[in-house]
Each structure stands twice: as structure tokens, then as C-alpha cells.
């Protein structure tokens, strides 16, 4: 497989934004446990939102700020799935994935989107690390009403 100049210089770009001095230091703290809930306690919003620079390749996160090739995620936390933005053309999978977006279920789509709602359009393999998707989660949080 052949890759770009330009998308090796996004990526090197894109890790470089996600660096997290701190993250060996944090897993420690959270404990053997691991869980999502453990994650929660010692996740961090600037990191967060230093993650979420990836994400707004695709989406925004600012009160009534357009929608990209996905939609504006401001205030989604404790959101139903596919109804947080009105102009947002949603899959019917995720218009009727029911549940709201919670840390439980954020974390397991930010994991891996097809699987928490097969069906989805979204073309994101998901976060690996389960500190930077608990960093994502409560920059989410932060970012709603």
C-alpha cells in the first residue's frame, strides 16, 4: 500500500496532538481494575481535547456550530443516539439504537462504532486505548449542557 506525503506528515501531525506525558502516570492511578468507571476517575479534559482534534476531521463541537461528515457533537453526552443534531442526516441503525450516550456506552463506541450499531455509516475503526477514550468521554461531558 502506497501512502502519501501529506497523509504520513496528518498523521505524524495527528499523534503528535494526542502526546500524553502523563499517561503511564494515570493508568497506574486508576488501578488494577481498568473499567471504564476506574478510567473515569483519573481521565483527563485537556487531554481530551487534545484527542478530539482527530475527531474534528469530522465533526465540530461548538453550541450551534455546523455539521461535517459527521455531526456537531456539542451536548451529546446523555443524548439519545441520532438525535443530537436536527440537520444531521443519521442511519436509521442509529436513529434506532434506543439508550442514551453515557460513559458505559460512549466508551464502547468509541471502541468500535460498527459494533455498538452495526449498521452505522461512520468510517472510524475506533479508539485502542481505554484512557484516551475515557480522556474523549469526559471532554464530551464537558461539552454539554
Known amino acids: 500500500m502506497?501512502?502519501?506525503v501529506y497523509a504520513c506528515?496528518?498523521?505524524l501531525l495527528a499523534l503528535g496532538a494526542c502526546s500524553d506525558d502523563r499517561h503511564d502516570e494515570r493508568l497506574l492511578a486508576a488501578g488494577p481494575d481498568r473499567?471504564?468507571?476506574?478510567?473515569?476517575k483519573v481521565a483527563d479534559v485537556d487531554a481530551g481535547a487534545r484527542k478530539f482534534r482527530t475527531c474534528a476531521a469530522c465533526h465540530t463541537i461548538t453550541p450551534g456550530a455546523s455539521d461535517?461528515?459527521?455531526p456537531n457533537l456539542y451536548?451529546?453526552?446523555g443524548q439519545t443516539p441520532g438525535q443530537?443534531?436536527?440537520?444531521y442526516g443519521y442511519t436509521a441503525a442509529l436513529r434506532g439504537a434506543g439508550g442514551i450516550w453515557d460513559v458505559r456506552r460512549l466508551d464502547a463506541?468509541?471502541?468500535d462504532p460498527r459494533k455498538v450499531v452495526p449498521g452505522t455509516t461512520m468510517q472510524f475503526a475506533g479508539v485502542p486505548d481505554p484512557l484516551d477514550r475515557a480522556d474523549l468521554i469526559v471532554y464530551l461531558r464537558s461539552q454539554s449542557d
Open 2 to 4: 502506497r501512502i502519501s
Open 9 to 11: 506528515l496528518w498523521l
Open 35 to 40: 473499567s471504564v468507571e476506574a478510567l473515569m
Open 68 to 70: 461535517r461528515g459527521g
Open 75 to 77: 451536548g451529546v453526552f
Open 84 to 87: 443530537n443534531s436536527r440537520r
Open 109 to 111: 463506541w468509541l471502541a
